[in-house]
């Protein structure tokens, strides 16, 4: 586990350094600092692996995704290889992964890079796009599984899986393998943070905190379109270590009523409305995903600073029940109704997800079902949670989105970029500051 027994002495600090988004580490390593502890980060996530299949009385844990992957090998080999199923790792009970990568020149990379995995790297079994051959590689891509299984005395027990398709199913179901959702164990697990995921969720937050600044005072003029925009964000963000930029959402203008979610070669016009959605993953494979509506080149109309505020008021309401003990339905209770009402469904308009090494990881909170069916919030969970005035008819409107750990004294914001001044200035949520919870002031 590397630097085990070194605790952080933090009484000077009166706080846990990790919790504080403004104890802000580099993206490089140093002798002279213990930053984020790679081997810790990974002894830690696959300790809480384990802990969960426990939880489940899992003889093991078999995984396709590439989060899920990354999470117990510390793998990866680019977004490109997380969610094609042509590779895959095995965890059994009181033993280490397994990782099955892709065979040739990724493998081989793989030894090279994972010297913590030892011998435990085997050539995967692709059987996806296989045409006649599906069956046939499927059984082999079971049969590699089922080595594993034996090998740890655990093929007759529970094995979980957290994703496959049919093909795959029939393999596991022609060798007897008990196979039973293994995403449930996988979410607990990923949902609660380790302190050096948190430290890598702050990093990623940072750097999209300074994009965001950047789009504000420097990008954003009359006559640029939404792409350039989405293309000023992504050279910024690559160019200070970022792994891939998932998607940058630009809306101007009409583009904001209703809300379209991509970047158009829209030109942006002096009095638009611009919602922008920063969603790309850090320099430590951890996500950043927050919103802010920005105006170009004017001032606010008194109705738009009331959408604004709508938007504001909603987004902190819920925000102030992220708190250990509360439930999802305590923060969709502050949610207005909406199309999560109307359909029984998530619209992703006004909702809360769990982010990490992936965008959505975990736990969706929406008023389609959380109110009846409320999940528990647990300390060290991290969110995005997001709102929206979407009311029809609009010429534009406003969205709002903060990313947000749970610690043990309550919410504690990350994306510590301003709102808009002439929308909030010293405006307040309820009983709500933002200085409560962080240092900072609204």
Request: hydrophobic letters at 40%.
């Amino acid at each position: 586990m590397g630097y085990t027994g070194y605790e952080m002495d933090t009484t000077f600090l009166q706080e846990e350094h990790h919790t504080n988004p403004r104890r802000l580490y580099s993206i490089t390593g140093a002798d002279w600092q213990l930053r984020v502890d790679h081997e810790r980060l990974r002894a830690e996530r696959l300790e809480r692996a384990r802990a969960e299949m426990a939880n489940d009385d899992l003889g093991a844990l078999v995984v396709f995704a590439g989060a899920n992957i990354r999470y117990i090998t510390g793998s990866y080999q680019g977004n490109w290889k997380y969610n094609i199923n042509i590779r895959y790792a095995v965890l059994c009970r009181d033993a280490e992964p397994v990782l099955f990568e892709t065979a040739g020149s990724d493998l081989q990379c793989a030894i090279i890079d994972l010297p913590w995995m030892k011998d435990r790297i085997r050539p995967a079994m692709t059987w996806q796009w296989a045409e006649g051959a599906v069956g046939e590689m499927a059984d082999k891509m079971v049969a590699s599984i089922l080595d594993v299984l034996k090998e740890n005395g655990v093929e007759k027990e529970k094995i979980g899986v957290d994703n496959f398709d049919l093909p795959a199913l029939h393999a596991f179901e022609k060798v007897g393998i008990n196979v039973v959702n293994g995403w449930p164990a996988f979410s607990r697990a990923r949902t609660v943070k380790t302190r050096d995921e948190i430290e890598l969720l702050k990093q990623a937050s940072s750097l999209g905190d300074a994009a965001m600044w950047h789009i504000k005072h420097e990008w954003l003029k009359p006559g640029v379109t939404e792409r350039q925009i989405e293309a000023e964000v992504h050279k910024f963000m690559l160019d200070r270590g970022c792994e891939i930029i998932y998607d940058i959402i630009v809306a101007s203008g009409g583009n904001t009523s209703p809300y379209r979610r991509w970047a158009t070669d829209k030109i942006i016009q002096q009095g638009d409305l611009i919602i922008i959605d920063i969603n790309a993953v850090g320099p430590g494979g951890y996500y950043i995903d927050f919103v802010r509506t920005l105006k170009c080149a004017a001032k606010m109309t008194q109705a738009e600073i009331d959408l604004y505020r709508e938007t504001y008021d909603s987004l902190y309401a819920g925000l102030e029940n992220l708190r250990p003990g509360m439930t999802s339905a305590d923060v969709v209770s502050k949610f207005p109704e909406y199309d999560d009402d109307k359909y029984g469904t998530v619209t992703l308009q006004q909702f809360a997800h769990s982010i990490g090494i992936t965008l959505y990881e975990g736990m969706w909170m929406s008023r389609a079902y959380s109110l009846k069916y409320p999940a528990e919030i647990k300390e060290n969970m991290y969110f995005a949670i997001e709102t929206f005035a979407g009311h029809p008819g609009l010429p534009q409107t406003c969205r709002l989105e903060e990313n947000v750990l749970v610690s043990k004294d309550g919410p504690v914001i990350f994306t510590v970029m301003e709102h808009m001044e002439e929308a909030v200035g010293d405006y307040r949520v309820g009983e709500f500051h933002h200085s409560s919870v962080d240092g900072r002031d609204h």
